[in-house]
Nanobody, 115 residues
Framework: QVQLVESGGGLVQAGGSLRLSCAAS????????MSWHRQGPGKQREWVAS???????DYADSVKGRFTISKDNAKNTVYLQMDKLKPQDTAVYFC?????????WGQGTQVTVSS
C-alpha cells in the first residue's frame, strides 16, 4: 500500500514563496511519474506539474516559470517550490503517484495566498 503525505502549506502574501513536500512510503523511483494537482474553492481539481521517472518535467501554463517540481530519492520525497505566488494559487494541493495501472493520492495541504 502506497501512502503519500503532503506538508508545507500555509498562509503567504502575494509574491511570496512556499515549498511543498510529498513524502512517500517506500522508494519513489519505482513510480512512473509523480505530480502535483490543486483544487481551488468551488473549482475542479487541476493538474499543476509532473515529474517523470526519466527526470523530465512539465508544468501547467498558469504556473510555468514560477513553480518547480523536484525530488530527493534518498528521502523518498517530491517537492513543489512555489515562487511569486498569486491569490489565484490559493487551493488545496495534492500529490499523486502513478504506478501503472494504479494511481495514489495524498490527503492534501492547504495553500492560501493573500493579496
Amino acid at each position: 500500500q502506497v501512502q503519500l503525505v503532503e506538508s508545507g502549506g500555509g498562509l503567504v502574501q502575494a509574491g511570496g514563496s512556499l515549498r511543498l513536500s510529498c513524502a512517500a512510503s517506500g522508494s519513489i523511483s519505482r513510480f512512473d511519474s509523480m505530480s502535483w494537482h490543486r483544487q481551488g474553492p468551488g473549482k475542479q481539481r487541476e493538474w499543476v506539474a509532473s515529474l517523470l521517472r526519466s527526470g523530465s518535467t512539465d508544468y501547467a501554463d498558469s504556473v510555468k516559470g514560477r513553480f518547480t517540481i523536484s525530488k530527493d530519492n534518498a528521502k523518498n520525497t517530491v517537492y513543489l517550490q512555489m515562487d511569486k505566488l498569486k491569490p489565484q494559487d490559493t487551493a488545496v494541493y495534492f500529490c499523486r503517484a502513478m504506478l501503472s495501472p494504479y494511481s495514489y493520492w495524498g490527503q492534501g495541504t492547504q495553500v492560501t495566498v493573500s493579496s
